[in-house]
């Protein structure tokens, strides 16, 4: 790619993260061109589709979260890592209002242009999950397509704003109830089950 056209390239990519941080992911593509003064056609031109624009915008993200999974189950305990993750996967899901419906679409959608990177992010979050229950510190009722959906869960209430304030006090019981022992809740930094 031309530098020149990597440049508009991403000029686009910062204003759509720009645009979607405020409105959500149902930010207006014309909004987008407008904010990154370009005509829709160009917007279009680049990104066909809504999809494709976010696609390219997340994707990154989800090499991060990725790597980070890949990172933490080496140097970590498992139950540390697996909060860890959970806890950076739910952060990073309410940038974006929005987000974890299209991901949870996505998911179970191959011609969506997230499927590959959702899949990808949920496998990395299944590794953890799988070694934290060999470890014994997880419960083993749960599995990677369970996971995904908390993140999904726990970060719809932090878009809710009468709920957002009690986010953090839920994640801990959501994390709480992932593992199987007290050591492991304190050590992850969570109240511990009574």
């Not at 207006?28 to 589709?49: C, E, Q």
């Not at 496998?123 to 995904?148: N, S, Y």
């Not at 109830?177 to 511990?192: F, K, N, Q, T, V």
Request: with cysteine; proline share 3%.
């Amino acid at each position: 790619m031309r530098a020149d056209a990597r440049k508009n390239r991403d000029h686009l990519l910062a204003v759509a993260g720009a645009v979607i941080a405020e409105q959500g992911v149902d930010a207006s593509m014309r909004d987008i061109a407008r904010r990154a003064d370009v005509g829709l056609a160009t917007l279009l031109r680049h990104y066909p589709t809504r999809e494709a624009l976010l696609e390219a915008l997340l994707h990154t993200s989800f090499d991060e979260l990725t790597a980070k999974a890949g990172e933490l189950e080496t140097s970590s305990s498992p139950a540390d890592a697996l909060v860890a993750w959970l806890r950076d996967c739910v952060a990073w899901t309410t940038e974006y209002r929005g987000v974890t419906v299209l991901m949870a679409a996505a998911i179970e959608d191959t011609e969506s242009a997230l499927h590959a990177s959702c899949v990808t992010l949920r496998a990395a979050g299944a590794r953890l999950l799988t070694r934290a229950q060999e470890a014994g510190a997880a419960r083993t009722d749960v599995d990677g397509t369970d996971l995904f959906a908390l993140v999904a869960a726990l970060a719809w209430l932090g878009d809710q704003p009468s709920l957002a304030p009690r986010a953090n006090h839920l994640f801990g019981l959501v994390a709480n109830a992932l593992l199987r022992d007290a050591r492991s809740a304190a050590s992850a930094g969570m109240p511990s089950r009574s």
